[in-house]
């Protein structure tokens, strides 16, 4: 698969419709986490857009930070995670 810098655009864009459609609109925190979780996976997975793209990033980074900063403010019961296992893999792998 050929990845370049058009795919920055692209993601750019699908953060937009993700932050204010899909994730604004999620019923509940666990919804909420479910979709951001999903979202940061793939943002990981196919990570060209990181390196080849032409500045304006920035404000889409910023927000996915504020973003699981107020998801990971909420308890785990109402994230309907597992304290022993997810909580703790979620706050390890945001460290990296």
Do not use: C
């Not at 986490?33 to 080849?52: G, I, K, S």
């Not at 980074?61 to 296992?85: C, F, I, N, R, Y």
Request: proline share 2%; no cysteine; glycine share 6%.
């Amino acid at each position: 698969m050929m990845l370049d810098t058009s795919v920055s655009y692209g993601i750019r864009d699908s953060f937009d419709d993700f932050k204010t459609r899909r994730y604004a609109k999620a019923k509940s925190w666990q919804d909420k986490f479910d979709l951001l979780f999903a979202y940061t996976y793939n943002l990981n997975e196919y990570d060209v857009w990181m390196f080849d793209h032409e500045g304006d990033m920035d404000g889409m980074v910023s927000d996915l930070v504020k973003m699981w900063k107020a998801l990971l403010k909420k308890d785990d019961q109402t994230l309907g995670v597992d304290p022993e296992l997810t909580r703790p893999g979620i706050e390890v792998q945001g460290e990296s």
